[in-house]
């Protein structure tokens, strides 16, 4: 007869709700009952448990019932204040079969580390490192004093009913494989989701608003559909004290970050029925001299009945000498905000092909919708320029 998984309480390890003690021993001590007994869920009840970092364990679910808060120390030393890239509230190195979930919160708490990047940057939410088989279902994070999630090399995750709540960027992935991404709410600081190296990344029905970018991301085999795009941001972006919202995706491979193998970072990408508001820029691409976007280069993006109101920039490619990029756009209808500069919708260079099938293009009329230079095939077929 196989026995059933434990289910522990941290209240039964001597957690104390209230928000005033410190609860990081008596939390771990669950965590590392539950692991000992082959794993299982650790529940943290009703009411708000105050802790440092936490450590997660193989086969472990970490389920926060509904009001249930785990809320940051507000000292990073109780992350262990020494690297902001690795202290995190909750953390978890080289697991499988591991998940957080329940209707609870995960409360950052704004906490300043002087040694962060840019002098306050703390610990991160939830980081995980190498690790597999994951799950994150209804969570709500707030105030994270770094990244939400922060995940480097890991695989098979399913991320459902996820909400993010201010801080930073909502989940940054490097070199992580197979991720999908089902009815997430992203109201981000930073960028919504960030990362370079990745695979096999899928989100439906997602929302996403931000005083960044919706993406910044590098990914082969990239799907986003049936989600909406809406700026201004709902919380101000901490560095710069904006709230309009860059793009909603710009590409993003650095050469600081020692990219590997011979492939792209960004091909086969299928952007599909989703709507922009109020969103600065649809897409940008600068392969010789952008932002963080020189190591690798993008090939095939494909974008299928999108509609974008209040633009204030073009869509702007200038790909390699290689000219391999190509853009594919069917059933689009893109218009500038009321009052912005009269801009072309689309400029583009270094590109192997661009094919834009059933497009509005919405301008003043006294501009260009389309420049070209440099590249390969152009293909219109059923395109309206509408004043």
Known sequence: MTSQPSTLRITDY????????????????AIDACAEEGGGTVLV????????????????????ERDA??????????????????DALVKGEDL????????GTLDGADCRNPKGEEGFRGPHCVLLDRCRNIRITDITIVRSANWAFNCGKCS?????????????????????NHFTFKNCDFRCGDDCIAGQGNRDFVFEDCYFNTSCNAFRFSCVNFVVQNSQFKGPGEYVHKISSRRNMLAAFVHFSPTDRSPKGPEPHSDSWLVENCTMENVDAFYEYNYENGLWQTARPVKAVHFRNVKAT???????????????????????????????????????????????????LRNSG????IITRDGGHVTLGGVQCVR
């Open 69 to 86: 808060v785990l809320l940051g120390s507000s000292d990073c030393n109780d992350y262990g204040g020494e690297d902001r890239w690795t």
């Open 14 to 29: 001597g957690a104390v709700e209230g928000g005033k003690t410190m609860n990081t021993v008596a939390i771990q001590k």
């Open 310 to 360: 209040g633009l204030s920039r073009p869509i702007s490619i200038l790909g390699g000498d290689d000219r391999q990029f190509s853009l594919l756009m069917e059933n689009i209808d893109l218009e500038f905000r009321e009052g912005s500069p009269g801009h072309e919708h689309i400029n583009a260079s270094h590109f192997h092909s661009l094919e834009l099938r059933n497009v509005v």
């Open 366 to 369: 006294q501009v260009p919708t």
């Open 96 to 103: 499988s079969n591991i998940a957080i979930e329940g209707e």
């Open 156 to 176: 098979d995750a399913l991320v459902e009913g996820l909400k993010v709540r201010g801080g930073h960027d909502g989940f940054d992935a490097l070199e992580s």
């Open 45 to 64: 009840p009703k009411g708000t448990f105050l802790t440092g970092g936490l450590h997660l364990r193989s086969n472990i679910t970490l389920r926060l």
